[in-house]
């Protein structure tokens, strides 16, 4: 089958994303079509749970139609059923990328539903949160000139419920969980792996990579970071359903190898310390500083990875850019640093939250 994969607003970190979680699960596809703001993906086999386990994607289509001749699209429609249910009164809505072909499908379905004596109303602009509640409503994609009926959908108000039900959260450190979940992802852990996050924070990876599947370490320095983490999941181990565990260590990431064994893990993500929090925007010679003290955190941290991490494995790693009072943007030579340590530099995605004063690259090695 193949289907539509509609993409949040990092388009290219949400298809990397999607690549790496069916190529870690040994899942056969084809990309057919690839643009801005979807992806069309040809799939031996699918799961609705999918939508749950990725960060980047809004909402996965079934795709119904690919025909570029508007009597080709009409006569293929024809062969579909696309109202199964038993209500006369039904919503629908439409989402257009990169198509002039939206009027004509809203055209077609008002004729196709006024010939099942339904009476039929069009939604506009309906957000993932609205579509994931409305159960008995129909959602169509059109991707260029594909058209897909809507088969799942993400649903952030499970993701809010869950960052802000929790019982601790350290705001400077904490990441966003839709981001956790991309960067577990492009490590290509999946269930039953042996996860490690050096850099654990109050545990934002950890408890999506539990949700996944994934047996997790944690590693901070910091106690208060540990105090949270164990809090954090104690809290999802009581709410949510998980068959693995977690174990943290309140230690350094630059003495992993006292207590994680070598060449024990099997996939690694993280966002590291990135240098103090930003009130005001550094001078170059304060940027080049902070470079300079990260350079040394981070390969000491990379020597100590390239002996847990198993051989062929994924680390994921993030690093920061820092914008300076003189207009200029200064980052680390990271990809040398990785290449000295023993892992293959394989894609660097630019990310940066909304109005942050820090700008992230997000890594993605392979250990050599």
Same mark, same amino acid.
């Given at each position: ?14 298809? =990397? ?46 795709? *119904? ?37 939206? +009027?004509?499908?809203?055209?077609? @379905? ?16 309906? +957000? ?39 019982? =601790? ?36 990876? @950890?408890?999506?990579?539990?949700? *996944? ?28 359903? @998980? ?53 040394? *955190?981070?390969?000491?941290? *990379? ?66």
């Amino acid at each position: 089958m193949k289907y539509i994969f509609v993409l949040g607003r990092d388009p290219e970190l949400s298809k =990397a994303e999607i690549e790496s979680y069916l190529e870690a699960r040994k899942i056969p596809f084809t990309t057919i079509d690839n643009g801005k703001e979807a992806l069309v993906i040809e799939l031996s086999t699918f799961e609705k749970k999918i939508i749950k386990e990725l960060g980047g994607t809004i909402k996965i289509a079934e795709l *119904l139609s690919s025909e570029r001749r508007l009597d080709r699209i009409e006569y293929t429609l024809k062969e579909k059923e696309l109202y199964k249910g038993s209500k006369n009164k039904i919503t629908y809505s439409i989402t257009a990328l990169e198509t002039d072909l939206d +009027s004509f499908l809203e055209d077609y @379905l008002k004729d196709y539903f006024k010939g099942m004596h339904l009476k039929a109303l069009h939604k506009k602009e309906v +957000s993932p949160s609205q579509l994931s509640q409305r159960k008995d409503a129909l959602d169509f994609v059109v991707f260029r000139s594909h058209i897909g009926i809507t088969i799942a959908v993400s649903n952030p108000k499970e993701l809010k419920r869950r960052d802000l039900e929790r019982p =601790a959260v350290d705001h400077m450190k904490v990441i966003s969980l839709r981001l956790a979940k991309i960067l577990i992802n492009l490590s290509e852990a999946k269930e039953n792996s042996l996860f490690l996050d050096p850099f654990c924070g109050s545990g934002s990876i @950890l408890q999506e990579a539990l949700l *996944l599947g994934c047996k997790v370490r944690g590693v901070d320095k910091d106690p208060e970071s540990i105090r949270q983490a164990k809090l954090n999941l104690e809290w999802l181990k009581q709410n949510y359903p @998980l068959k693995e565990d977690y174990t943290l260590h309140y230690s350094d990431a630059r003495k992993l190898t006292l207590y994680v064994p070598i060449k024990s893990i099997d996939a690694v993500a993280t966002e590291p310390y990135l240098g103090p929090f930003i009130r005001k925007i550094p001078s170059i010679f304060e940027a080049i500083t902070l470079i300079e003290d990260l350079t040394n *955190l981070y390969a000491q941290v *990379l020597n100590q990875l390239s002996q847990v991490l198993k051989k062929g494995k994924k680390l994921i790693f993030i690093t920061p850019r820092f914008k300076t009072k003189e207009g200029k943007t200064l980052f680390l030579n990271f990809e040398v640093l990785a290449k000295e340590h023993g892992f293959d530099p394989e894609k660097k995605f630019f990310y940066a939250y909304p109005e942050s004063k820090l700008l992230r690259d997000i890594h993605v090695l392979r250990k050599n």
